[in-house]
């Protein structure tokens, strides 16, 4: 059974900082491109950041140069380094798997339960 399970959101101040973890199971998890994609509420999803199969990494404008994205293949986790956040960063943060044995990222079957990031004073 493929799980994958989110942590780390919380509330916190402008400017401050968040890590957010995905925890994957029940996958080869090294063959899968994986996704972070968040949804405020009254809007649709939007990716946010993904990386690759062999570490490549592209991100929302949204979020260039505050955000980063990383992965952990022997854990089987992914991550995401979470800068310098605004208020407009206020959202719900879910991971997704890609398509399997492909390089780049496209959403794909997989998705955690999802995680609150408030970026709030």
């Known amino acids: ?3 994958l399970v989110e942590s780390g959101g919380g509330l916190v101040q402008p400017g401050g900082s968040l890590r ?3 925890a994957a199971s029940g996958i080869i998890f090294s ?7 968040r949804q405020a509420p009254g809007k649709q999803r939007e990716l946010v950041a993904d ?12 979020v260039k140069g ?4 990383f992965r952990d293949n022997a ?3 992914v991550y995401l ?3 310098s956040l605004k208020p407009e960063d206020t959202a719900v943060y879910y991971c997704n798997t890609g398509r399997p044995s492909t390089r780049n990222y496209a959403p794909g079957a997989y998705w955690g339960q999802g995680t609150q990031v408030t970026v709030s004073s």
Not at 31 to 37: Q, R, V
Not at 66 to 69: A, G, H, K, M
Request: glycine content about 6%; proline content about 3%.
């Open 75 to 77: 854990r089987k986790m």
């Open 31 to 37: 063959i899968f491109p994986m996704g972070w994609h």
């Open 66 to 69: 505050r955000f980063t994205i």
């Open 81 to 83: 380094q979470m800068n």
């Open 51 to 62: 990386i690759t199969t062999d570490g490549a990494t592209n991100y929302a404008d949204s």
């Open 20 to 22: 957010l973890s995905c």
């Open 1 to 3: 059974q493929v799980q």
